[in-house]
C-alpha cells in the first residue's frame, strides 16, 4: 500500500474525480498523483508542486488517450494521509511537526516519506513516527493544485 487518505482536518468530504493519465505511466491504487500539463502522472519529488491526490484505480499507459482514466481523491492542505517513511527515525522530532515538509522517495511499487530529506519537500508530518502501525507516519500537503474535471 503506497499513501491511505484518513481524515480532512475541516471535516469536508473526499472530493473524487476522473482524470486522464499522460503517456508511459504505471500507477497503482494508493499512488500519489500530480496534474502536470493537465494529465495524471506519478507523483514524485520532482513534480511535488502539482500535487493532485490519491489514486483509486492502478493504469498503465505508452501514449495515452482520452479513455485512459483513473479516480483521484483529491488532496488540500487539510488531508491527512498516512505513508510509510524510510530514513534515519531521529530526523523527525517534536519540532519537525506541523513544520518541516519532506519530499517522497521509491520505486515503482512502493513510495515512501523520506524523512532524510533537506530539500524543498511538500508533505509534512502531523504526528510523530509510529513503528507501533508498521512504521507509518500521517502528513498533510503542504500545498495542492486545483481540478478542473
Known sequence: MNAQYLRHLMHAQPTVVEVVVADNQAILVGDIVCNVAGLATKGSSSVHTLLLGIALDALTTTTHAATDKIKVLLLDEFSVIR???????????????????????????????????????????????????DDYVDVVPKASVLWNA
Open 83 to 133: 505513508l510509510k517513511y524510510t530514513g534515519t527515525a531521529t530526523n523527525l522530532v517534536e519540532a519537525n511537526v506541523w513544520t518541516t515538509a519532506y519530499d517522497i522517495t521509491g520505486t515503482t511499487t512502493a513510495v515512501t516519506l523520506n524523512i532524510d530529506d533537506t530539500g524543498n519537500g511538500f508533505l509534512i508530518p502531523v504526528t510523530l513516527l509510529d513503528a507501533a502501525v
